[in-house]
């Protein structure tokens, strides 16, 4: 059965620190998306992504945050200068055009900022 | 108020047990609904869609109020391996395609 991948699966890093978080999604799903879920707290939206570019993104998503698809496959979080709060797991995940029953998460990542 | 709010728990229930979760929503216009489950720092993993008409899968039944903006889980003759936190989740109408929004999730532990 096809799956998202993550990678890393942890990742741990400097305050101010740039981090790249790395997702392979199913290979024909057309929607992609990143959530983060701190621990202890419910998991939230960041951003979507459709045609190569931002549908739509959240409060948390702000500068620091990027994304892209680079190759038609990667889809990458970026966080330009990581701060003490991003410490969370973070997950991708893809989805058909068939509506958001078929959108499916990865493993996450998980991040700690030091 | 909180855009979905559940029951955190954790309902403590012994093996056999019948139990029931319930979760609000605030955006009257959300288009769909679903209960996820997510194991303990594990990715959350779709467990059924909610509809109007109610639906079944087994030992688990969802029904949702539209009127009342009211979703619950019945979960009949509860297994060890139910034990998880259940998340309702929530597609709200918005430019972003299919973002979901959580519910903080209840904590389900069944015990033998």
């Known amino acids: 059965e096809p799956e998202v991948t993550q990678t890393p699966s942890h990742q741990v890093t400097q305050m101010g620190q740039e981090v790249i978080l790395r997702c392979v999604p199913i290979?024909?799903?057309?929607?992609f998306y990143w959530y983060r879920q701190i621990l202890g707290q419910k998991v939230e939206f960041l951003v979507s992504?459709?045609?190569?570019?931002?549908?739509?993104k959240s409060e948390i998503f702000d500068d620091q945050f990027s994304v892209e698809r680079p190759d038609g496959s990667n889809f990458t979080l970026k966080i330009r200068s990581t701060k003490l709060e991003d410490s969370a797991m973070y997950f991708c995940?893809?989805?058909?055009?068939?509506?958001?029953?078929?959108?499916?998460f990865g493993p996450g990542t998980r991040l700690l900022v030091l | 108020r909180k855009e979905v709010e559940q029951d955190p728990g954790p309902f403590n229930v012994p093996e056999g047990a019948t139990v029931a979760f319930n979760c609000t929503y605030s955006?009257?216009?959300?288009?769909?609904f679903f209960w996820y489950r997510q194991d303990c720092r594990k990715e959350p993993k779709l467990l059924m869609s909610?509809?109007?008409s109610g639906n079944e899968d087994g030992r688990f039944t969802a029904q949702l109020n539209r009127a009342s903006q009211y979703i619950s889980l019945l979960i009949r003759d509860s297994k060890l391996s139910d034990s998880a936190t259940y998340l309702c989740?929530?597609?709200?109408?918005?430019?972003?395609?299919?973002?979901?929004?959580f519910g903080a999730g209840t904590r389900l532990a069944v015990h033998p």
């Open positions: 909610v509809y109007s």
């Open positions: 992504f459709y045609n190569n570019e931002i549908s739509e």
């Open positions: 290979s024909n799903h057309l929607y």
């Open positions: 955006n009257s216009a959300s288009q769909s």
């Open positions: 989740v929530v597609n709200p109408i918005s430019g972003g395609y299919n973002k979901l929004i």
């Open positions: 995940a893809s989805e058909t055009s068939k509506g958001p029953e078929t959108q499916y």
